[in-house]
């Protein structure tokens, strides 16, 4: 019943931030969580701290990607719960992923989230079709926030 629960809830919260609601995920995150995407792609990087992190979130949902969440995995209690799911995503006509999602909650504030999806995809996305990829809206904070 509790891991029927959280993937209800991440569901809904995944939901709204598609929606837009930008700021309600970000009071998610702890204000010095740890944001990871890999990759060699204007996407990839790791964040710390919810101002990178909201720089990065703010990009992502103006491109309107279809994101699917297929199924949710969850273990420890709340101030020590791990959620992992496995996702599919689509932005535009040219670009298709799938993925998974790990996140480390403590209190029920996201620690740690790391995206692990297929890098290669989108670095060819974004050399072939760069128009699609919303590199106009990586602003100063987004560009330096970039560590990894």
């Known amino acids: 019943m509790y891991s029927k629960a ?3 809830y991440v569901r809904r919260q995944v939901g ?3 929606a837009g609601d930008v700021e309600g995920t970000l009071r998610q995150f702890a204000p010095d969580a740890e944001f990871v995407f890999p990759g060699d792609n204007s996407f990839g990087g790791t964040l710390r701290g ?16 279809e994101y699917n969440i297929h ?10 719960l791990r959620i992992a799911y496995r996702l599919s995503d689509r932005i535009g006509e ?3 992923n799938e993925g998974m999602v790990y996140m480390r909650l403590r209190g029920m504030r996201c620690v740690e989230e790391r995206v692990y999806l297929d890098t290669e995809r989108i ?9 699609e990829t919303g590199r106009e809206l990586l ?10």
């Open 16 to 18: 709204r931030f598609l």
């Open 94 to 96: 040219h670009y298709r």
């Open 123 to 131: 670095a060819a996305w974004e050399r072939e079709h760069p128009e």
């Open 50 to 65: 919810r101002q990178a992190i909201e720089a990065w979130l703010r990009r992502f949902v103006a491109l309107k990607p």
């Open 71 to 80: 199924d949710v995995l969850v273990a420890g209690p709340p101030w020590n």
């Open 6 to 8: 959280i993937g209800w």
């Open 139 to 148: 602003g100063s904070a987004a560009g330096t926030a970039r560590v990894g």
